[in-house]
Protein backbone atom coordinates (compact mmCIF):
# COMPACT_ATOMS: atom_id res chain seq x y z
CA UNK A 1 0.00 0.00 0.00
CA UNK A 2 1.44 3.09 -0.78
CA UNK A 3 2.47 5.92 2.20
CA UNK A 4 -0.87 8.09 1.12
CA UNK A 5 -2.94 5.47 1.15
CA UNK A 6 -1.18 4.81 4.60
CA UNK A 7 -1.89 8.07 5.91
CA UNK A 8 -5.42 8.22 4.29
CA UNK A 9 -6.69 5.15 6.29
CA UNK A 10 -8.87 6.02 10.15
CA UNK A 11 -6.85 5.31 12.69
CA UNK A 12 -9.14 1.99 13.97
CA UNK A 13 -8.03 0.89 10.34
CA UNK A 14 -4.76 1.65 10.78
CA UNK A 15 -4.57 -0.12 13.84
CA UNK A 16 -6.61 -3.31 12.78
CA UNK A 17 -3.67 -3.32 9.98
CA UNK A 18 -0.81 -3.02 12.65
CA UNK A 19 -1.92 -5.73 14.53
CA UNK A 20 -1.90 -7.85 11.55
CA UNK A 21 1.02 -7.26 10.56
CA UNK A 22 3.24 -6.90 13.68
CA UNK A 23 3.57 -10.51 15.06
CA UNK A 24 4.74 -11.26 11.00
CA UNK A 25 7.34 -8.47 11.23
CA UNK A 26 8.52 -9.26 14.54
CA UNK A 27 8.47 -13.10 13.74
CA UNK A 28 10.34 -12.94 10.61
CA UNK A 29 10.37 -9.30 8.80
CA UNK A 30 7.47 -10.01 6.54
CA UNK A 31 4.60 -7.76 7.90
CA UNK A 32 4.83 -4.25 6.68
CA UNK A 33 6.17 -1.89 9.30
CA UNK A 34 4.98 1.24 7.53
CA UNK A 35 1.25 0.64 9.31
CA UNK A 36 2.98 0.89 12.67
CA UNK A 37 5.42 3.71 11.95
CA UNK A 38 2.45 5.87 10.62
CA UNK A 39 0.33 4.77 13.64
CA UNK A 40 3.44 6.11 16.37
CA UNK A 41 3.76 9.20 13.66
CA UNK A 42 0.08 10.16 14.73
CA UNK A 43 0.34 9.25 18.23
CA UNK A 44 3.71 11.15 18.93
CA UNK A 45 3.68 13.39 16.11
CA UNK A 46 -0.19 14.77 16.01
CA UNK A 47 -0.91 14.00 19.34
CA UNK A 48 -3.78 10.85 18.36
CA UNK A 49 -4.35 9.99 21.54
CA UNK A 50 -6.57 7.07 20.01
CA UNK A 51 -3.59 5.74 18.03
CA UNK A 52 -1.30 6.53 21.08
CA UNK A 53 -3.89 3.94 22.77
CA UNK A 54 -3.61 1.41 19.78
CA UNK A 55 0.46 1.86 19.88
CA UNK A 56 0.74 0.85 23.21
CA UNK A 57 -1.56 -2.04 23.46
CA UNK A 58 -0.06 -3.28 20.10
CA UNK A 59 3.25 -2.65 21.31
CA UNK A 60 3.49 -3.30 24.86
CA UNK A 61 3.98 -7.21 24.70
CA UNK A 62 7.33 -6.75 23.03
CA UNK A 63 8.50 -4.12 25.12
CA UNK A 64 7.19 -6.56 28.49
CA UNK A 65 9.50 -8.93 26.88
CA UNK A 66 13.08 -6.96 26.38
CA UNK A 67 12.30 -5.98 30.36
CA UNK A 68 11.96 -9.61 31.27
CA UNK A 69 14.85 -10.85 28.87
CA UNK A 70 17.20 -8.44 30.63
CA UNK A 71 18.85 -9.94 33.58
CA UNK A 72 18.73 -7.29 35.62
CA UNK A 73 15.02 -7.78 35.87
CA UNK A 74 14.56 -10.68 38.17
CA UNK A 75 17.00 -8.43 41.18
CA UNK A 76 14.52 -5.46 40.76
CA UNK A 77 11.19 -7.12 42.63
CA UNK A 78 9.17 -4.78 40.81
CA UNK A 79 6.58 -6.15 38.26
CA UNK A 80 7.22 -5.78 34.13
CA UNK A 81 4.41 -3.64 33.82
CA UNK A 82 6.23 -1.00 35.96
CA UNK A 83 9.06 -0.32 33.60
CA UNK A 84 6.45 -1.14 30.64
CA UNK A 85 5.17 1.67 31.59
CA UNK A 86 7.65 3.92 31.84
CA UNK A 87 8.93 3.05 28.63
CA UNK A 88 5.63 4.21 27.18
CA UNK A 89 5.66 6.95 29.31
CA UNK A 90 9.33 8.18 28.44
CA UNK A 91 8.51 7.58 24.82
CA UNK A 92 6.07 9.87 24.58
CA UNK A 93 7.60 12.47 26.27
CA UNK A 94 10.81 12.02 24.14
CA UNK A 95 9.55 11.13 20.70
CA UNK A 96 7.49 14.38 19.80
CA UNK A 97 6.51 16.58 16.39
CA UNK A 98 9.65 18.42 16.78
CA UNK A 99 11.70 15.45 16.70
CA UNK A 100 9.75 12.49 15.07
CA UNK A 101 11.23 13.12 11.42
CA UNK A 102 14.82 12.06 12.75
CA UNK A 103 13.10 8.91 13.32
CA UNK A 104 13.30 7.58 9.63
CA UNK A 105 11.47 4.40 9.99
CA UNK A 106 10.45 1.71 13.10
CA UNK A 107 13.32 0.03 13.26
CA UNK A 108 14.52 3.40 14.47
CA UNK A 109 11.24 4.43 16.64
CA UNK A 110 11.63 0.98 18.43
CA UNK A 111 15.15 0.76 18.99
CA UNK A 112 15.01 4.36 20.96
CA UNK A 113 12.09 2.30 22.72
CA UNK A 114 14.36 -0.71 23.59
CA UNK A 115 17.08 1.67 24.56
CA UNK A 116 14.62 3.14 26.93
CA UNK A 117 13.20 0.31 27.97
CA UNK A 118 16.69 -0.87 28.89
CA UNK A 119 18.02 2.78 30.45
CA UNK A 120 15.23 2.52 32.79
CA UNK A 121 15.61 -0.48 34.28
CA UNK A 122 19.25 0.06 34.80
CA UNK A 123 18.57 3.48 36.29
CA UNK A 124 15.98 1.34 39.33
CA UNK A 125 18.59 -1.33 39.44
CA UNK A 126 21.33 1.31 40.36
CA UNK A 127 19.29 3.06 42.09
CA UNK A 128 17.97 0.01 44.25
CA UNK A 129 21.97 -1.35 45.14
CA UNK A 130 22.27 2.39 46.06
CA UNK A 131 19.71 2.31 48.61
CA UNK A 132 20.33 -1.37 49.86
CA UNK A 133 24.44 -0.02 50.11
CA UNK A 134 23.13 3.04 52.54
CA UNK A 135 20.41 0.54 54.20
CA UNK A 136 23.21 -1.38 55.00
CA UNK A 137 25.99 1.33 55.99
CA UNK A 138 23.30 2.55 58.45
CA UNK A 139 22.80 -0.34 60.03
CA UNK A 140 26.07 -1.00 60.47
CA UNK A 141 26.71 2.50 62.38
CA UNK A 142 23.87 1.35 64.19
CA UNK A 143 25.24 -1.18 65.63
CA UNK A 144 28.87 0.84 66.40
CA UNK A 145 26.85 3.11 68.85
Known sequence: MPDR???????????????????????DG?????YAYELFRR?????????WSAAVAIW?????RWIVADGRF???????????????????????????????NLP???GYMRRIAKSTLIDYWRKAEREARY?????ALETLS
Open 5 to 27: AIQELDTNALADLCRQHNQRYLE
Open 30 to 34: SGIPE
Open 43 to 51: ALADGDTAA
Open 60 to 64: QPQVR
Open 74 to 104: AKVGEPAEHFVDLCFLKTKRYIHAANFNSFR
Open 108 to 110: SIL
Open 135 to 139: QAGAE
